[in-house]
């Protein structure tokens, strides 16, 4: 059952922000390792495409990584291309303070 809104819109994730860094995390992992396994190289960007969705993963450079979960409809490669012009751009200024921070701000909201 999906979750909507006051407007009918959908909410999002089921789970709490927490619950959703632990698989964004997970997911890297994975990813990071079959990058070694296969000698990739570094992974750049990684995609879990669901019947229902998307969760698109980015590492931002210092081991901390964007998640985005997105709609099934949505067009990927501009979700892909936005988040790189977000890392690029405010990458640096995500320190662990203000991730903290933020994710405090996340918790209260769920």
């Known amino acids: 059952m999906r979750r909507r809104g006051a407007a009918g819109r959908r909410r999002g994730p089921r789970g709490s922000s927490g619950d959703l860094a632990t698989i964004v995390s997970g997911v890297a992992s994975l990813t990071t390792a079959a990058s070694r396994l296969t000698e990739g190289g570094a992974v750049r960007q990684t995609m879990v495409a669901?019947?229902?969705?998307?969760?698109m993963v980015m590492a931002i450079g210092d081991g901390s990584l964007l998640g985005v979960h997105a709609a099934a409809d949505c067009d990927m490669g501009t979700v892909g291309y936005q988040m790189g012009l977000f890392v690029g751009r405010a990458g640096h200024v995500l320190t662990p303070e203000l991730r903290s921070e933020l994710r405090g701000a996340m918790s209260a909201s769920w």
């Open 50 to 55: 669901m019947e229902e969705g998307a969760l």
